[in-house]
């Protein structure tokens, strides 16, 4: 697979006429060399002297690019209130993986809240693979100021194995069940893997101690690309399957309303809408509701 080729290719998204106003608020953001960025729950951008025409141009070119889907971000006083509460996620696993020195890979990183999130553990290399030029240009935004050194490629799940390097972990957060099938990407994922290297995966499950999974007939939860929900037994299964020696599960929780919710900064619908209004247990289609698993996937070494 010739990566070189499809960089050339996708960077031609960045001319889409939806995606060419973004590209250009962000060639027209004022720079700022005196920039604090805290990484918190909140990635907060401290800009000195920005003014209140650089704060409105700032907000207005936020605005531009919603929906904003992870977070939250702060640039000053703008609170950019993210539809998820991505922070409860990456708090969650942060015990779970130690990145200093290694190289890092984020599979549908979105924005990059947790590529930036990432950067307090000093990785050697943070690469985030997402192919939605919405969110490459939303990361563009924000590493603006933020002025660190992740690598943001329009890739997806697909190129991983082809990288021009492996990985000594990888994440892989809220994909699996996108894909029609799953143990051929994960297997995808362990061949971009370096010897003993680390997966960290979350994906919708259904409880049960069978190995066995849900495939919706239409949607799910209001989703129509959602192919196969498993128990966690399955999953595990999946994991071995793909070549995986030990998968370890970290959590198991369903997803509640003050972790995904509307805000003005997405303007659609969310977890709520998913949701049947008389039954919160179940989706609109009668499914059991959203529950997340958590797990640590190993190649051996």
Not at 117 to 122: D, V
Not at 227 to 254: D, K, Q
Not at 257 to 276: G, M, V
Not at 290 to 295: A, E, G, Q
Request: aromatic share 12%.
């Amino acid at each position: 697979m010739d990566l070189v080729l499809l960089r050339e290719e996708r960077k031609k998204w960045l001319t889409w006429k939806n995606i060419v106003p973004y590209q250009e608020a962000i060639k027209n953001l004022p720079s700022h060399d005196e920039v604090k960025v805290t990484l918190d729950d909140t990635v907060q951008i401290d800009i000195s002297n920005l003014g209140e025409d650089g704060a409105l141009q700032i907000k207005e070119t936020a605005l531009l690019m919603k929906p904003w889907r992870k977070g939250p971000f702060g640039i000053n006083e703008l609170f950019i209130d993210s539809e998820w509460q991505s922070q409860i996620k990456y708090n969650l696993l942060e015990p779970h993986f130690n990145l200093k020195d290694k190289i890092v890979g984020d599979i549908g990183c979105n924005n990059g809240y947790y590529l930036f999130r990432m950067l307090g553990q000093k990785p050697k290399k943070l690469i985030g693979f997402d192919p939605s030029a919405i969110y490459y240009s939303q990361f563009q935004f924000l590493n603006h100021y933020i002025h660190s050194d992740i690598v943001y490629e329009l890739l997806g799940v697909e190129h991983v194995e082809f990288y021009e390097h492996k990985f000594d972990t990888l994440f892989c957060l809220g994909v699996l069940y996108h894909r029609s099938d799953p143990v051929a990407m994960l297997k995808s994922l362990f061949k971009g893997l370096n010897k003993g290297g680390e997966l960290i995966l979350d994906t919708f499950m259904i409880d049960g101690e069978e190995e066995m999974c849900l495939t919706p007939r239409d949607r799910y939860s209001k989703i129509p690309n959602i192919y196969f929900v498993p128990t966690v037994p399955a999953l595990i299964n999946w994991c071995h399957r793909a070549g995986f020696e030990s998968v370890e599960v970290l959590e198991t929780m369903v997803t509640e309303a003050n972790e995904q919710r509307k805000t003005e900064w997405i303007d659609t619908q969310s977890l709520e809408d998913y949701l049947d209004p008389n039954d919160k247990t179940k989706t609109v289609e009668g499914y059991p509701a959203p529950k997340r698993v958590y797990i640590k996937a190993m190649k051996s070494l």
